[in-house]
């Protein structure tokens, strides 16, 4: 530990040996003080000539700025004439001033050369900054083995500084064999001699029992002693004792004054615990501004556990107004300085666009983080984006190893999951003995769902003996916990989305018809749904329009707007347009989005009212803006073609871009082409290029074919055959036969894969079996010629045959060869005669 200098190492009290000369104006003797203002004038007089203790003492005084002006320089000047008359406590002084650099340039060289000297003049207080020279390697070597010698001859001259540093070596084994026991004896003899650094560690000697017995009272002790001193570091381990109770009584008071205390002289982990001691009340009134402006503090100063506790407070709106974009900003932040907690935050800030642009792609990353790093919120998140196939491919064996993870780790979710996993063989083996231990274990931590399925396998004696008298326990522990009007509900909903239990449409629809009996009007209007689809029952559309009427006039506003859609398409009713468009109106007024747009669709078309453009161009603007992105779609085409309002390409643009930016794979093609044509934008092949990509990630079929484009010709990328490989790949495996004759071809030129005969041939027929006449052509070149099949005359016959009346002009010229020389059918001139001529008709009108 490096000791910096101060004004106690300079020797300015001892002057008597100065000559006990008179100041020739005062007659009285300036050694000790200047007692006139011509006191300094004679002492000067008798320095300059020649006296070496006047030198000194007179550079004392400069030094001092005592009764006189300070002045480092002069100071300076007259310790090195001093040094040069021979005045050796002078050494020491001179090697200060070299080493702080006061009254000369900062020289650790000159300094540790001073000190030497000094000490080698018997100068004893210099030994202690020369053990500090050799410890830091300052102005010399580093040699711990001096540095600990000198703090060793230190000790008897230089008091606690010098024991302190002594102590530290012993401490560390710096320039000796550690020894626990002798830096205890030096950390006590320093801390009684007052210094507060040896207080501290003094008492984490205690604390820790290192050199001497552990002793909670006396580590309190001189942690309370250092505090006093002022130290910050001490006070917070005091106000930490304070709330443990250790070495003394818990008293949150005393630990929230320390925490006060070392937050005031801004060590930012008091800020931190002051904070929280703000937010729950411990040891002060509970006051969330003031934990919020003490986490700000601690945040802007680097404490990381305060930039989570930040963005906690923003995110939630606590002790300051909600702001999302802040709290996503300390949530990084957070992240960025190793809190692995904020990252399950930061994953659902991704996840739902909360003070951010949604991305689940970024939100997958940071549950793999946070998981990774043990959070059980985290597991489950990320099971369900291997489940649901949520910013990664779908992965029914991951989902189901993280759903597991979480649930060891008793997370609520995931073992209610884990459990219907087991009971249904989802996604492992049946085993009802695992699901009955997870579901007991939920059901004795008051789970609900739990309460209900354990009393199940108690029933029906699945996973554990049959047990009729339990399951009426469970049974009841369940209703108990269940508000009957909602119980219907929910229980609906769970069957439906598979949520706590298997999905069961059955289930769901009996639930929903329960709930719907009772008066629900949510429950009507899924009941219509489960009606309408045929979802837990037959699918009846009289019956789905009547409980969307009933839900409809019990105000419900989903049902509301498809009551209007059951008129409109004739469904469970007479088809009535202007039924349609008075719900469909009626709805949008109580601001349902979709009915907003089928509003504007009925304006639009002039169904079931008068054909009105700008009303229609209003209400898509109404849903639009309530984030329809059907209405974001048909805002867009109006302003494109005009249609209810001025022909606008860049608010068409503005609302392409909108919608893609929401995930829609089409207008992320559409904003591709805008970008590449420069549509309603300037035009910018990077950004085509960027959106094609992203529409292609999301299985856009053009966006493939126009991504593929792209690297093929070295358009907005650079020349990519490895990726124009790819993507003709995830097209071909779609369903496309244009990029099964393309991927063939891939394959026998060996164009961004390995050239491989035989896969061109499999994808050469798969293409020319879904009516692709160029690969028809080339099915037909490979069986005649035996490339990547067995040669087979007969059938390269039959596909230049079917090439030719697919339209391929080039498959003519074979096909008649094949007529001509009998090549797979009888030779027959006449045939090979009309398709020579069929070829030259066809280069005739090509020129």
Avoid: P
């Avoid at 702080?100 to 000297?117: I, V």
């Avoid at 004054?257 to 002289?265: D, F, L, M, R, S």
């Avoid at 802007?300 to 606590?318: D, I, R, T, V, W």
């Avoid at 009971?423 to 059901?443: H, V």
């Amino acid at each position: 530990m490096e000791t910096e200098f101060n004004e106690s190492n300079i020797l300015d009290k001892n002057t008597d040996t100065i000559n006990t000369k008179n100041c020739l104006y005062c007659n009285t003797i300036f050694t000790e003080k200047l007692w006139c203002k011509e006191c300094i004038n004679s002492l000067e007089k008798l320095a300059e000539n020649g006296d070496k203790e006047a030198m000194y003492s007179l550079a004392i005084f400069y030094n001092n700025g005592e009764e006189i002006e300070r002045n480092l320089e002069k100071a300076f000047y007259w310790y090195q004439k001093a040094v040069e008359n021979g005045n050796e406590k002078a050494l020491f002084n001179l090697a200060n001033s070299y080493y702080n650099g006061e009254g000369t340039e900062k020289n650790l060289e000159k300094a540790f050369h001073w000190y030497q000297k000094a000490v080698e003049n018997g100068v004893k207080e210099a030994m202690l900054n020369l053990a500090i020279c050799y410890e830091n390697g300052k102005g010399t070597e580093k040699n711990l083995e001096k540095a600990f010698y000198w703090y060793q001859k230190a000790v008897e001259n230089s008091g606690e500084e010098a024991m302190f540093n002594l102590a530290i070596c012993y401490e560390n084994g710096e320039g000796t064999e550690k020894n626990l026991d002798k830096a205890f004896y030096w950390y006590q003899k320093a801390a009684e001699n007052g210094n507060k650094y040896a207080m501290f560690n003094l008492a984490n000697s205690y604390y820790n029992g290192e050199g001497a017995e552990k002793n909670l009272e006396k580590a309190f002790h001189w942690y309370q002693k250092a505090a006093e001193k002022g130290d910050k570091v001490v006070m917070f381990n005091l106000d930490s004792s304070y709330h443990s109770g250790e070495g003394m009584g818990k008293n949150l008071e005393k630990a929230f004054y320390w925490y006060q205390k070392a937050a005031e002289k801004n060590y930012i982990k008091a800020m931190l615990y002051l904070s929280i001691c703000y937010e729950n009340g411990k040891g002060t009134e509970k006051d969330l501004e003031k934990a919020f402006y003490w986490y700000q503090k601690a945040a802007e100063n680097g404490e990381e556990q305060a930039m989570f506790n930040l963005a906690n407070s923003y995110y939630n709106g606590k002790g300051a107004e909600k702001n999302l974009e802040k709290a996503f900003y300390w949530y990084q932040k957070a992240v960025e300085n190793g809190v692995k907690e904020a990252m399950f935050n930061l994953a659902i800030c991704y996840k739902n666009g909360k003070g951010t642009e949604k991305n689940l792609e970024k939100a997958f990353h940071w549950y793999q983080k946070a998981a990774r790093k043990g959070d059980k919120a985290a597991m489950f998140n990320l099971a369900n984006s291997y489940y649901k196939g949520e910013g990664i491919g779908t992965n029914s064996e991951k989902a189901f190893y993280w759903y597991q993870k979480s649930a060891e780790k008793n997370y609520i979710k995931a073992m209610l999951y884990l459990a219907i996993c087991y009971k249904n063989g989802k996604k492992t083996e049946e085993n009802l003995e695992k699901a009955f231990y997870w579901y007991q274990k939920l059901a004795e931590n008051g789970n609900k769902n739990a309460m209900n399925n354990l009393a199940i396998c108690y029933e029906d004696g699945e996973g554990t003996e049959k047990n009729l008298e339990k399951a009426f326990y469970w049974y009841q522990k369940a209703a108990e916990n269940y508000d009957k009007d909602s119980l219907l509900i929910n229980l609906a909903n769970s069957y439906y989305n598979g949520e706590g239990t298997e999905k069961n449409l059955d289930k769901a629809f009996y639930w929903y018809q329960k709930a719907a009996e009772n008066g629900n009007e949510g429950a009507m209007n899924n009941l219509a749904i489960c009606y309408e689809n045929g979802v837990g029952t037959e699918k009846n559309l009289e019956k789905a329009f009547y409980w969307y009427q009933k839900a409809a006039e019990n105000g419900n506003e989903d049902a509301i707007n498809n009551l209007g859609v059951c008129y409109y398409n004739g469904e469970g009713a007479e088809k009535n347009l202007e039924k349609a468009f008075h719900w469909y109106q009626k709805a949008a007024e109580n601001g349902n989005e979709d009915a907003m747009n089928n509003l504007g669709v009925c304006y639009e078309n002039g169904e079931g009212t008068e054909k009105n453009l700008e009303k229609a161009f209003c209400w898509y603007q109404k849903a639009a803006e309530h984030g329809n992105k059907y209405a974001m779609n048909n805002l867009a085409i109006c302003y494109e073609n005009g249609v209810g309002t001025e022909k606008n390409l860049e608010k068409a643009f503005a609302w392409d871009q909108k919608l893609a930016e929401n995930g829609d794979k089409d207008a992320m093609n559409n904003l591709g082409v805008c970008y590449e044509n420069g549509v309603g934008t300037e035009k910018n092949l990077e950004k085509a290029f960027y959106w094609y990509q992203k529409s292609a990630e999301n299985g856009d079929k053009d966006a493939t074919n126009n991504l593929g484009v792209c690297y093929e010709n070295g358009k907005r990328t650079v020349k990519n055959l490895e990726k124009v490989f790819y993507w003709c790949q995830k097209l071909a495996e779609n369903g496309n036969k244009d990029a099964m004759n393309n991927l063939a071809i891939c394959y026998e030129d060996g164009e961004g894969t390995e050239k491989n005969l035989e896969k061109a041939f499999y994808w050469y027929q798969k293409a020319a079996e879904n009516g692709n006449e160029g690969a028809m052509f080339n099915s037909a070149i490979c069986y005649e010629n035996g490339e990547g099949t067995e040669k087979n005359l007969e059938k390269a016959f039959y596909w230049y045959q079917k090439a030719v009346e697919n339209g391929n002009k080039d498959a003519m010229n074979n096909l008649a060869i094949c007529y001509e020389n009998g090549v797979g059918t009888e030779k027959n001139l006449e045939k090979a005669f009309i398709g020579i001529k069929k070829q030259q008709k066809m280069v005739i009108k090509m020129q």
